[in-house]
Structure formats: structure tokens, C-alpha cells
């Protein structure tokens, strides 16, 4: 099983920007796969940006202009730089992570989330 801390969430104003930090524990093989969903009020929840062990990325169309998916695996902590922010990036912003355990099965893990509110 993995555990998730997320930090770095808050209000900021348009244009603003914003760094989320994810930080991945727990008694497994590997960490695989880290990325980041995000979910507004009454949506459903949805792809902002993956990254792989090797630092492949992924990003939905709406983040490729403005945000950043990086990974420290040393640290196995996945990190989101958000620039340009608008009203529209309002939402709770939840870290995922894959992993493999020691007996090879594949599975993972959601953190509690992280409000990120863009008002002026």
C-alpha cells in the first residue's frame, strides 16, 4: 500500500502561479507512474499531467501551455508548476501513483486532495 501527502494548494489570483508537491510512502517494490487529476464542483474528475520512472510526460490539451509535471524518484515525490492560472483551474487536485508490490501485482493509490481556488 502507498500513502499520498499532497501540499502546496491554496488562492491565488488569475495569472498566478502555483507549485503542488506529492510525496509517496509505503512498504512496495516500485513506484511507477506518478501524475496528477483534478475535479471541479459537479464535473468529473480528470487528467492534468503524468510522468514515468524514466520522465516521459503526458499532459491533457488544456495544461500543455502552462503547467509542468516533474518527478524527484529519489524522493518519490512528483511535483505540478501551474502558470497562468485561471478561474477555470479552480478545483481539488488529487496526486495518483502507481506501484508494484514485492509479490509483482500492480496497482495504486489516490491522495486526499488539494484545494486550489483562482479568484481575484
Known amino acids: 500500500q502507498v500513502q499520498l501527502v499532497e501540499s502546496g494548494g491554496g488562492l491565488v489570483q488569475p495569472g498566478g502561479s502555483l507549485r503542488l508537491s506529492c510525496v509517496a510512502s509505503?512498504?512496495?517494490?516500485?513506484?511507477?507512474?506518478m501524475g496528477w487529476y483534478r475535479q471541479a464542483p459537479g464535473k468529473q474528475r480528470e487528467l492534468v499531467a503524468t510522468?514515468?520512472?524514466?520522465?516521459?510526460?503526458n499532459y491533457a490539451e488544456f495544461a500543455k501551455a502552462r503547467f509542468t509535471i516533474s518527478r524527484d524518484n529519489a524522493k518519490n515525490t512528483v511535483y505540478l508548476q501551474m502558470n497562468s492560472l485561471s478561474p477555470q483551474d479552480t478545483a481539488v487536485y488529487y496526486c495518483?501513483?502507481?506501484?508494484?508490490?514485492?509479490?509483482?501485482?500492480?496497482?495504486?493509490?489516490w491522495g486526499q486532495g488539494t484545494q486550489v481556488t483562482v479568484s481575484s
Open positions: 510522468v514515468t520512472v524514466s520522465g516521459n510526460t
Open positions: 509505503g512498504s512496495v517494490r516500485s513506484i511507477n507512474t
Open positions: 495518483n501513483c502507481a506501484y508494484t508490490t514485492f509479490l509483482f501485482r500492480r496497482s495504486s493509490s
